[in-house]
T-cell receptor, first 120, second 114 residues
Framework: SQTIHQWPATLVQPVGSPLSLECTVE??????LYWYRQAAGRGLQLLFY??????ISSEVPQNLSASRPQDRQFILSSKKLLLSDSGFYLC???????????????????FGPGTRLTVL | AQSVTQLGSHVSVSEGALVLLRCNYS??????LFWYVQYPNQGLQLLLK??????LVKGINGFEAEFKKSETSFHLTKPSAHMSDAAEYFC????????????FGTGTRLQVFP
């Protein structure tokens, strides 16, 4: 079975410090990977997604960056954190799709447990 | 472009009462539709999904949703609320076989009172 891990679970960082959040997936290969952020009282904001190693799509301009150094590893980074970077960060994966494949076998995203980031 | 609207950011019900969480979508092609639940400080968990076939979809924890094309809706219901149903619920839409993104609604927080 597939599992998705995120760490750390919680993080408190000062403004201006760097950030590195890691997400890994087990039990599948060539997944699509996603980073989302939830700010307090708000919905999910897609930050980045990746369909393969080294392939990153950015959804919104921001202070963050993402990398995918290995097939099942997705990293969210920042060189200098801002107060506005505080939030709950979620990593997710989905199966890479093939046109005409079994309906419902794709598209569904599976989420990790999240990282609570507080920037002070 | 696809979009999702969840009417009501907060819904409160009494334990044992009907739960109705509303979701309307906009899509130029027949969509895939999803409901996710998020408990405090946790990731999202899939409740149910509609892809093709039967328009009434049953999910986990006694929830179900009906795809109504004419109303562009995919409302989530549960006949009798339980205290453990208190959580945030997200509706999402995607294009069939296009696996790059889900479009999420802004979420509805469900409170259940004894």
């Amino acid at each position: 079975s597939q599992t998705i891990h995120q760490w750390p679970a919680t993080l408190v960082q000062p403004v201006g410090s760097p950030l590195s959040l890691e997400c890994t997936v087990e039990g599948t290969s060539n997944p699509n990977l996603y980073w989302y952020r939830q700010a307090a009282g708000r919905g999910l904001q897609l930050l980045f997604y990746s369909v393969g190693i080294g392939q990153i799509s950015s959804e919104v301009p921001q202070n963050l960056s993402a990398s995918r150094p290995q097939d099942r590893q997705f990293i969210l980074s920042s060189k200098k954190l801002l107060l506005s970077d505080s939030g709950f960060y979620l990593c997710a994966w989905s199966r890479a799709g093939i046109a005409g494949a079994t309906p419902g076998g794709y598209n569904e995203q599976f989420f990790g447990p999240g990282t609570r980031l507080t920037v002070l | 472009a696809q979009s999702v609207t969840q009417l009501g950011s907060h819904v409160s019900v009494s334990e044992g009462a009907l739960v109705l969480l509303r979701c309307n979508y906009s899509s130029s092609v027949p969509p895939y539709l999803f409901w996710y639940v998020q408990y405090p400080n946790q990731g999202l968990q899939l409740l149910l999904k509609y892809t093709t076939g039967a328009t009434l979809v049953k999910g986990i924890n006694g929830f179900e949703a009906e795809f109504k094309k004419s109303e562009t809706s995919f409302h989530l219901t549960k006949p009798s609320a339980h205290m453990s149903d208190a959580a945030e619920y997200f509706c999402a839409v995607s294009r069939p076989f296009n696996t790059d993104k889900l479009i999420f609604g802004t979420g509805t927080r469900l409170q259940v009172f004894p």
